[in-house]
């Protein structure tokens, strides 16, 4: 094995580890978002017209309210906080999962992940913050708005460890999203256009993410958290703030995202043992 | 150790392509029972390539050329074989491989669309980890080489081919890398760009005394950067050394065409008397002025000087066969026997009759004509 | 003499004449764009399978939210949990004869410029589009039929109410409601040729669309004032009208009186198309393909 000691010809590099390597890399792409925002106008106007989807979703509420006094043991103001759980969760996809997504599809098809691959940094952190779109992470703060409004219509007092569990829950909702949504689109590999499987999961993400899995009946609630777990990301941070959880139940939820991570990236790191390439 | 930079053994690489007729029955018995076929794309490839060299690779479409520098590049999994660069094995990708290794592809751009160029720089400065000092002045230097001043400034959106092009070798080479994969490099550019990316490959090579690995169609690029070729058809290594060697082994015919002096006329019979009975064989077309022969290179002095006295000539051109056509010859020849010439000492002369009828029996030596 | 040359005039036979509107060419062009619509839609079959997979999800779970509202003896706006089932199947239905794709679509026409090769052809485009359309939903509804049964039986629909007359006043409706959806849909479309981005206008409608025409809840559940605000929209004309017919909810007179507003709204639909279509014409000329 040759030695990489005193080549004259090569100056040194900056060597750090791989996790500060990493953190520069994700700063890298997120600057390059905000370069590119000009690009990402019409993402404003996205972000905008949510506005309006969200009211159709409150004044649904309102309706539903309006007839019974609680959904599966929830009130009103708990169905808002999962809201903004929700919408915070689908900023994020919007932001960063879902367009590097789209351009890892693009990169497969034209060959240009070649060029992902030939670089010295985890290719699959690389694949995933490939293109954020700053624009987005409007609906972050709406999200995180709404969450706050909730809060205050609760009256009750939510307690520090509940506070805590609902942030730990929301990152352990943001990994399991991201890791089923990189298992999705790691099957570019084998059929290039994946687009149709994440409209799917775009389509039980929309509908079915921003319900409490209370709702549902006994089986769904089983493919919610453990097949497509929507529902679990989504209902598990809301319920902090809404009714309080229980300490395995944030366990169980790392565990779920702990799960759906590796996953993640051992299917990846099989994809890339047969990767074939665009055609030469 | 023996000290080759890059040491490839047995290397196989094959593909499993589904494989289907047209048609609704066709589509909907697919979903049942998937029919497929093996491709070798790649078949027991053997090289070795020293610190410095520059090695082309000849071959025509889905020779398996691209798919041997992917492999080496670290892209693909081989099916079988073993390759090291630097003693690394590429397909392991190892952060420390990657960040010495660059791969270029034409027609194919790693810089973001909408940003200014030097932006796209920054971020390989950061994925690679170069320290603001070496990107500063590696920067100045390839600046200089290939004149990007006009470009650093502008989205790649706004450059022309060959511009992006000198744009996708700067950035490619920022961090230094040792080796360099170019895969059709030079395709779509103009003649006068193409160039340019030549003279420079060639100056990073007797600067830095990287390896250097191109694929190409045009023989332009394989003849004025590389002394050794590598010939891939089929997946098979046919042919490894220097590219005179090659177009001497096949021992390509050369034109000869002279131009009769005014008012003067000959036919086929006094050329057949001049050249002798191998005339019937040869190619030999009337021109406006003159007559043109093709002739094996080794007979071409002889034939030139029959002509030349035996005819009232004005004028004598003698050709090369364009190296194109050349290659072209060796890929119609079957494996073995081109293995097999290039294998044995240069006087092995081939006729030009012979190859065209796509064979060549080794160990033929030329009788006079 | 010499024979008669192959290139002249008088040999060719004369050009049809495409100023005039005629019936017959416009069959004739049905039947063979028709034919090659459905051999695409069984080529992406992949793609029908998934769009007829996502179509189930929205009434699956609206299914579950509201017969959870309605718990399992209660009514609300006049909606066992039971009839919930049967209305948001129904719709299912519904939604899959009326809707269309298009406005995701224009934008990457316009972009591409593949629009230049139909605006050539001497036959509007909205043919080529509502021949697709209406191949897809054809091939579709190998899916959603069964999809809709399966609701029904797995969530134990209530049934009770509909019968065969209601049904088949039902189809007009349904073929009113789909001309006015495709109609106010393909308007929504032309707005990419004044915007690149759509997506966000694409969303905007989409949201009030299925809020309005009964995709969220039906119509009777909502209070009033917002019940109001849809019923002067065309939107439950498109779809809720259908579904109140097949379920005996709409009867007599009020069905006939229901086409009657169908028509005006078709009529003012078609208006509209045919203002913004001139213009976005002028449009996509003035900017180039």
Redesign the interface.
Known sequence: ??S?TADP????????GPLA?GW??V???VR?GV??V??YR?EF??A???V??LA?QF??IA??F???SD??GWTSAGLVALIGVYTILSGLIAMVIQPSLQQLMEGIR???F??T?????D?QL?ASVAVVSPAQALNIVFGAGIVGYACIRMGTMIGPLQWLYFCLTLVFGAAIVYSFLTLLGTCAFWWVKVD??L??FS??FG??GR?PLA???GW?RVVLSLVIPVGLAVTIPAQALAGGLSGWLVLASGSVAALFFVASRAFWRYA??????AS? | MSGAAVEVEQLRKTYVVPERDAGIKAAMTSLVRRRTRSVAAVQEISFAVQSGEVVGFLGPNGAGKTTTLKMLSGLLHPTSGRAEVFGFTPWRRDRDYLGRMALIMGQRSQLQWDIPVVDSYRLNKAVFQISDADFAARLDELTDLLELSDLLRKPARNLSLGERMKCEFAGSLLHRPQVLFLDEPTIGLDVAMQRRIRSFVAEYNRRTGAVVMLTSHYMADVEALCKRVIVIHHGTLLFDGPLAELVRTVAPDKTITVQLSEGNTASRADLAALLGGSVAEAPVEETDTGWRVKVPAADTPAVAARLLTGLPVADVTIEDEPIEAVIEKVFAVTAQELVQASAQIPSAQISSAQISSAQIPSGQTQGQP | MTAPSRTSLDGLEPAPDFSRFSWRALRQYYRGEFAASIAVNVAYRGSVGIWVVTSVIQPIVMIVVWRTVAGPTGTVGGYTASRFVTYFAIMMLVNHLTFIWLMWEFEWRVREGTFSPLLLRPIHPIHKDISDNVAYKVIGLIGILPAMVILILAFHGDLSGMDPLQLIAAVPALVGGAVLRFMIEWVLALSAFWMTKTTALNNFYMSVQTFLSGGFAPLSVFPPLIAAIANWSPFPWTQAFVANVAMGRTTGVHILSGYGVQAIWIAAAFGLLRLVWSRAVRRYSAVGA
């Open positions: 094995m040759s990489e010809r090569r100056s040194q590099t900056v060597d750090r390597h520069v890399i700063r890298t792409y390059l370069l590119n000009a690009q019409g106007y996205v905008l017209a949510n309006i989807t159709t004044v649904g309706v539903i309006a007839n019974t959904l599966g034209l060959g240009t070649d060029f691959l030939t670089k010295p940094a290719s690389l149709n499987i409209v799917v389509a039980v509908q079915a319900w709702v549902f009946p769904m890339l043992r047969h990767y074939t390439g030469a």
